[in-house]
C-alpha cells in the first residue's frame, strides 16, 4: 500500500530564506509526482509535475526533484516571500493520486 | 476555458438529508477524481470515474455514498443520510488522460452537516 509522507509538519521563517520540503513514498512504481499549494478555504494548485523519468522541474522560484528509487522528493523555494505561506502538498500518482499530509509553510515579513 | 468547476461551494445539511455534489470537468477531460478532506487531515481518495464508468471506488464508504459520470452533464457526488463525520471538504479532480497527465482541482464543496 503507497503511503506518503511529508517533512516537516509545519515550517516558519522570515522572508528571503530558501526552504526545502521533502516527501517521501513507500512504493516506487508511480507514473509521476505532482506538488500542489493550498490556501486556507481554498482548492489545491498545481506547481510542478515531475513524470516519473525525469530527475526535476522548475518554476520560477520553484525547483522540485524527483529520486524514485530512494522514494523521495524534495520541493525547494528559493527567497520566499510572504505570498508563499500556504500548505504544500505532493502526490503520487499510480493512476490515482496518493496525497502526503502537507507541509504547512508561514513565511513572515 | 474553464477550470474544474464545483457547485455548490458551500452546503449545509441536516442529519439524514441527502447531499448532492457536482463537479464539471474541464474542457476535453474525460477522467474525474473525487476526494475528501476532513478537517486538519490530508486529501483522501474515494472514487475514480470516466463518462458511465465506476473504475475504481476503493476509497468510498459502502454504505450511503455513491457517484457517478453521465455521458451528458456533470459528475455527482451523492451522500444519503448525512451525518456529523460526513462535514468536510470535498474536491475534484480532471484530467486528460489517466497517467502521466497533470490532475486539475476544483475550488471544493465544503459540507456541513448540523
Known amino acids: 500500500k503507497q503511503e506518503v509522507t511529508q517533512i516537516p509538519a509545519a515550517l516558519s521563517v522570515p522572508e528571503g530564506e530558501n526552504l526545502v520540503l521533502n516527501c517521501s513514498f513507500t512504493d516506487s512504481a508511480i507514473y509521476n509526482l505532482q506538488w500542489f499549494r493550498q490556501d486556507p478555504g481554498k482548492g489545491l494548485t498545481s506547481l510542478l509535475l515531475?513524470?516519473?523519468?525525469?530527475r526535476e522541474q522548475t518554476s520560477g522560484r520553484l525547483n522540485a526533484s524527483l529520486d524514485k528509487s530512494s522514494g523521495r522528493s524534495t520541493l525547494y523555494i528559493a527567497a520566499s516571500q510572504p505570498g508563499d505561506s500556504a500548505t504544500y502538498l505532493c502526490?503520487?500518482?499510480?493512476?490515482?493520486?496518493?496525497f502526503g499530509t502537507g507541509t504547512r509553510l508561514q513565511v513572515f515579513p | 476555458n474553464a477550470g474544474v468547476m464545483q457547485n455548490p461551494r458551500h452546503l449545509v445539511r441536516r442529519r439524514g438529508q441527502e447531499a448532492r455534489l457536482r463537479c464539471s470537468p474541464m474542457?476535453?477531460?474525460?477522467?474525474v477524481y473525487w476526494y475528501r478532506q476532513l478537517p486538519e487531515e490530508g486529501l483522501k481518495f474515494m472514487v475514480y470515474?470516466?463518462?458511465?464508468?465506476?473504475?475504481?471506488e476503493s476509497g468510498m464508504p459502502k454504505e450511503r455514498f455513491s457517484a457517478e459520470f453521465p455521458k451528458e452533464g456533470p459528475s455527482i457526488l451523492r451522500i444519503q443520510q448525512v451525518v456529523r463525520g460526513d462535514s468536510a471538504a470535498y474536491f475534484c479532480?480532471?484530467?486528460?488522460?489517466?497517467?502521466?497527465?497533470?490532475?486539475?482541482f476544483g475550488q471544493g464543496t465544503r459540507l456541513t452537516v448540523v
Open positions: 479532480a480532471s484530467s486528460q488522460d489517466t497517467v502521466n497527465t497533470e490532475a486539475f
Open positions: 474542457k476535453g477531460h474525460s477522467h
Open positions: 515531475i513524470q516519473s523519468s525525469q
Open positions: 470515474l470516466q463518462k458511465e464508468n465506476i473504475i475504481d
Open positions: 502526490a503520487v500518482d499510480t493512476d490515482k493520486l496518493i
